[in-house]
């Protein structure tokens, strides 16, 4: 079982290795592989996916990768970004430099990676990201703004951070579980190439998120420690359901394929009766697949309906 990492194992072992293969050089894009496990496509959970032949199937499959790049761009520069830069603003480790310093750390990273995963996008999909960041993601400006708000103050709302761990989780189990795939599934060689990059970081980020909320938790009054396992369970559902951009992946299908066209209610129909990203969930049904939050929940196990969905 996986433990907490005490920041000085993490630090410095990695630190000289951070950003120095992350410039990745892309090579031709084979139109004819799947660029992420399908299991990490929503309409692969739908009955309507035997719909598809298989050049549709290999193409939704590379729609929706860019769609996933997209979400990695938005969560990381957006919400995580927010959340570690005001708890770095609230200098709450005072005595603890190793933590800040692991923040930064983390901060530099996800800059780098928002990077990576737009580079990855442009080089795949130019029609698409020529002008653009995002093509099927579309979150509105008063969205944006209230979550900056809600995010301003992670020292007493560490539920944010916890979301933030258990994403990276999700990007940790994506990133692995693509790598085991790549030889026998015939995964496109860029997309392996950056999430073995995207893997070693985010490794370290979970044990960085671990040590962070092991900090708060420990400090915290039970009134909000209550109030923290409320908000973690309504930010999961939330964070969880199935949103537009995913039904912008089917739209952008069918017109390649106009063939598809009688059938694209149907294929939309399967996506919009999940409660919940299918792509997701088993992260929720099994703990060993969230190995740093089930370690935390041994230590804070009044946490563990607060992770129930
Ligand atoms: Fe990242
Ligand atoms: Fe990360």
Not at 67 to 88: C, D, H, I, P, Y
Not at 95 to 118: P, Y
Not at 194 to 204: I, N, S, W, Y
Not at 281 to 286: E, I, R, V
């Amino acid at each position: 079982m996986m433990s907490i990492l005490s920041l000085p194992h993490i630090l410095p072992v990695n630190v000289n290795k951070s950003g120095s293969d992350l410039a990745v050089c892309y090579s031709a894009v084979d139109p004819h592989r799947f660029f992420i496990p399908e299991q990490y496509t929503q309409l692969y959970h739908c009955e309507a996916y035997t719909l598809l032949n298989d050049q549709h199937k290999i193409r939704y499959n590379q729609l929706f990768a860019a769609r996933t790049n997209e979400q990695f761009m938005l969560f990381e520069s957006g919400f995580t970004k927010a959340v570690m830069e005001n708890l770095l603003r609230a200098d709450v480790f005072k005595q603890l430099d190793s933590i800040s310093d692991s923040l930064v750390l983390l901060l530099n990273d996800e800059q780098r990676h928002f990077e990576m995963f737009r580079s990855l996008n442009q080089y795949c999909f130019p029609e698409f990201y020529t002008d653009h960041d995002y093509y099927f993601l579309s979150i509105p400006r008063l969205q944006q703004a209230l979550l900056r708000l809600f995010c301003r103050y992670p020292q007493h709302l560490y539920a944010l951070v916890w979301l933030v761990l258990l994403m990276e989780e999700h990007a940790v189990r994506f990133s692995t579980d693509l790598m085991q795939q790549a030889g026998s599934e015939n995964l496109d060689f860029n997309f392996v190439k950056v999430h073995k990059a995207h893997l070693r970081d985010e490794a370290r980020h979970v044990q960085i998120d671990a040590n962070v909320l092991d900090y708060l938790l420990a400090r915290s009054s039970r009134g909000n420690n209550a109030i923290n396992r409320w908000l973690l369970n309504k930010l999961l559902r939330e964070t969880l359901k199935p949103k537009q951009a995913g039904l912008n992946v089917i739209r952008q299908l069918v017109l390649e394929f106009p063939e598809l066209s009688n059938i694209s209610e149907q294929l939309m129909d399967g996506i919009r009766s999940f409660e919940y990203d299918p792509c997701m969930m088993p992260m929720f049904a099994d703990r060993n697949l969230t190995p740093v939050s089930k370690a935390l929940l041994k230590l804070y196990p009044e946490f563990e309906n607060a992770l129930a969905i």
